[in-house]
């Protein structure tokens, strides 16, 4: 009952664009496990996709050996730069910067069993700069439940993907500790953050990420899509902004807020 409960407030929260209060439901789920229930009943309800499995997802945790938390992203927020907000609904318009990966094959959930945290950068093709808008449908914003950001798609507002770089994360991946990323919001200064990546390599969170959406949604096609965390921490933008974000020697993406 909770579960519905909590997908009912959601729902209704997303059909009016208007924010709902998490302290009343702040006991209201047991573990993570109904959290991602609750995403689940919210994609459904919404169609987000069909019959099939997400091909775009946000995935992450604050440092290895720390539980990962994965959501899948609906399609119709994720946008190839440069990209424009235009009407879509974003409010607290949270930024994060961040690495987007891509699978080069399908996966099973009898493969993705198979696989060591570390040891699957093989299944990458390509990896884009990734712009994560990260938006709440909870009155607290950020400062919501866990289990209840978890539920709310883990506070995801949209997602837009720079130009696709065809890479070997095994034989060449970057020195993910010198990694540079630049950040610029409207204008303010380019903040800079060397190796801040929280896993210390995007790629590290693969085999939590694919058991996870695997168990949940079948086979994960070839072309799927992860974003893996942010290296800027949270930033905020207000509207009319515009988002520059720059990973040196991979790319770059831009919003207009």
Known sequence: MSIEVV???????RAHVDLADALALATSL????????????VARQLGWFGAGAPRAWKSGGPARGAQLTH???PPAGVWPSPARAGDWPLRARGIEAE????????????????????????????MAVGIEVVESRWLQQFA??????????????????????????????????????RLRIGTGE???????????????????????????????????????????????????DSVHVQ???????????
């Open 7 to 13: 997908s009912e407030t959601l729902l209704r929260a």
């Open 30 to 41: 047991a573990d993570q496990e109904e959290a991602y229930a609750v995403q689940q009943a």
């Open 71 to 73: 959501a899948p992203l």
């Open 99 to 126: 690495i987007a990966l891509r699978l080069g094959r399908d996966v099973s959930l009898a493969q993705a069993w198979q696989l060591v945290a570390g040891e699957c950068a093989g299944l990458i093709d390509a």
């Open 144 to 181: 919501a439940p866990p289990l209840l950001a978890l539920a709310d798609q883990l506070c995801h507002g949209a997602l837009v993907v720079g130009e696709w770089q065809p890479c070997d994360l095994v034989r060449a991946a970057p020195d993910w500790s010198r990694q540079v990323c």
């Open 190 to 240: 380019t903040s800079v953050h060397t190796g801040t990546h929280s896993l210390n390599d995007p790629a590290w969170l693969l085999a939590d990420w694919l058991r996870h959406a695997t168990a949940h949604y079948g086979t994960l096609s070839a072309g799927t899509v992860v974003t893996t965390g942010s290296w800027v921490g949270l930033a905020r933008a207000q509207a009319g």
């Open 247 to 257: 990973f040196d020697g991979i790319g770059e993406a831009w919003l207009q807020l």
